[in-house]
């Protein structure tokens, strides 16, 4: 079922059900060559959230600011690739929102904990906006925030939960969101865990 949460925003309610044990088996194995760690921001603070990527680009933060780099600054080698599975939920989820021939060069992974969060933001670091963002939810559910496209515009909230995939496009790409404290809880397959897949198309 095709949920629109606004302009350009479509909520694919529980399509990456199917994908999830080999979405799962394939993040243990990305994680295995490029672990989850935290990235500093360029105020100096360690995020909450553990990330890693795989991919031709990835997403890095440190010092000195963030942007997308073929290589891994732990490991010095490159992300590891695009698993096929991942590749094929992010073209499917995009056809589904009308957006025709989304090739995501780029897949962040977020791994929450209790706790964790993400604050306001936009994602603007990317070469083309017409390009739609694709997130998949795994594990625990959480609270998203969207915002609009000034920083101090009203917040919705709303839960995405293991399983749902939503894609933002047109005006939607540039509002600020973030993700509020993960809250305690269990899930079968990832535990005590939030985990968040973004595909993009960086370059
Ligand atoms: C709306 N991640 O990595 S995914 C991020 O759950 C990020 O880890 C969150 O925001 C997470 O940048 C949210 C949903 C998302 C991603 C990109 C967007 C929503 C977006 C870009 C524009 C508008
Ligand atoms: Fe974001």
Known sequence: AREALADGAMLLRGLALPFASALIEA????????????????????????????????????RSG????????????????????????????????????????ACLINRYVPGARLSLHQDRNERDFAQP????SLG????????????????RKFALHHGD???WGGPARLRFHGVAELKDGFHDQLGRQRINLTFRRAR
């Open 66 to 105: 963030y942007r997308y780099d073929a290589i891994d600054p732990e490991t010095r080698k490159p992300w590891p690739e695009m698993p096929e599975c991942f590749a094929a939920l992010a073209e499917l989820a995009a056809i589904q929102a009308g957006h025709a021939q989304f090739r995501p060069d």
């Open 27 to 62: 993040i243990h194995g990305i994680a295995a060559i490029s672990p989850f760690r935290h990235m500093v921001t360029a105020g100096g603070h360690a995020m909450s959230v553990a990330t890693t990527n795989c991919g031709a680009a990835g997403w890095v933060s440190d």
């Open 140 to 155: 625990l559910p959480a609270i998203f925030r969207f915002g609009g496209i000034r920083r101090n515009d009203p917040v």
């Open 165 to 167: 995939v939503v894609v």
């Open 133 to 136: 963002i694709v997130s998949v």
